[in-house]
C-alpha cells in the first residue's frame, strides 16, 4: 500500500473548515471525493491539522493511504482537474508508510492579515480581517516579541477546547506592515483552538494603545482568558507552512 503526502492551499471562505461533517461543506470531504472518483478507494484524509470556518492554507499538509497505482506525477494533476476551485493541490510525494502528517508535525507556521486601511476592500474582504481605526505596529512589534519561548497559554485559548496541556512553544514572531495591511507571523510546535485568533486580537488591544507591550507577560502569567484581547475574525487567518524533521 501507497502513502501519499499532500500539500493543499484553500480558500476556506465557503467552507465549514477541514473536518468532516454531516451536510456541511467541507475541505476533507471535498478531496476524499474526489480521490474516491479516481481510485475507487474511500480514503481516510489526515491533515497535520484542522483548520476552522472561513480559515484558509497556503501549505496545509495531509496524508492518504492507497492501493492505486496511478503515477505520483500524475496524481495531483488528476486530483486539481475535479476538484473546486477553491481548493488546489500544489504538491505531491510519495512517503514512507510510516509518515503521519498530524502525529510527524514539528512546527507550523500561522499568518494573520489586518487591513488597516480607512476604509477596506471589497475584493479581498473575505482574505483579510478590516479594521479602519490606526494602530500603533511599533507597540505591536514589541509586544509580539513576549509570546516567544514555552510558555502556558491558557489565556490564548477558546473555551470548549479539548486538549490536556495548554503548554505551546513558539519558536519565531514576526510583525511587519505593508501597504497598510499589517502581517502577524508566528512559527510553533503547535496551537490550541482559536490560539492565534486571540493573540492578534491582543496584539491589537496593543496597536489601540489599551494594553501595554510588556503587559503581554503579565496576561501570559495570569492563565485567565479574561485578561487577553478579543479573537479576531477567521477571514484574515492562514495556515502557511507545516514543517516535518528532514530526511
Not at 109 to 135: C, D, M, Q, W
Request: glycine share 8%; charged share 30%.
Amino acid at each position: 500500500m501507497r502513502n501519499i503526502k499532500l500539500v493543499i492551499e484553500y480558500d476556506g471562505k465557503d467552507f465549514n473548515g477541514w473536518q468532516k461533517q454531516p451536510n456541511k461543506l467541507n475541505i476533507q470531504g471535498e478531496i476524499e471525493k474526489v480521490i474516491y472518483s479516481i481510485t475507487g478507494e474511500e480514503v481516510n484524509l489526515i491533515a497535520s491539522g484542522r483548520t476552522d470556518a472561513g480559515v484558509h492554507a497556503i501549505g496545509q499538509v495531509a496524508n492518504f493511504k492507497t492501493n492505486s497505482n496511478i503515477p505520483i506525477d500524475k496524481f495531483g494533476l488528476a486530483i486539481n482537474s475535479r476538484l473546486k476551485k477553491s481548493i488546489v493541490i500544489k504538491d505531491v510525494e510519495e512517503v514512507d508508510e510510516r509518515f503521519h502528517s498530524r502525529y510527524l508535525c514539528k512546527q507550523k507556521t500561522y499568518r494573520y492579515i489586518i487591513n488597516n486601511s480607512k476604509y477596506g476592500t471589497a475584493i479581498y474582504r473575505n482574505l483579510e480581517y478590516h479594521f479602519p481605526v490606526k494602530l500603533n505596529v511599533n507597540d505591536m512589534k514589541k509586544a509580539i516579541k513576549f509570546f516567544e519561548g514555552e510558555h502556558d497559554f491558557k489565556a490564548f485559548k477558546a473555551s470548549g477546547t479539548s486538549s490536556k496541556s495548554s503548554v505551546r512553544t513558539i519558536f519565531n514572531t514576526n510583525l511587519y506592515e505593508k501597504d497598510d495591511r499589517i502581517y502577524i507571523e508566528l512559527t510553533g510546535n503547535g496551537f490550541l483552538y482559536n490560539m492565534v485568533r486571540i493573540i492578534s486580537g491582543t496584539l491589537l488591544e496593543v496597536g489601540l494603545g489599551k494594553i501595554r507591550p510588556d503587559q503581554i507577560k503579565e496576561i501570559i502569567a495570569s492563565k485567565d482568558r479574561e485578561n487577553a484581547g478579543r479573537t479576531l475574525p477567521p477571514q484574515g487567518l492562514y495556515l502557511v507552512r507545516v514543517e516535518y524533521d528532514k530526511k
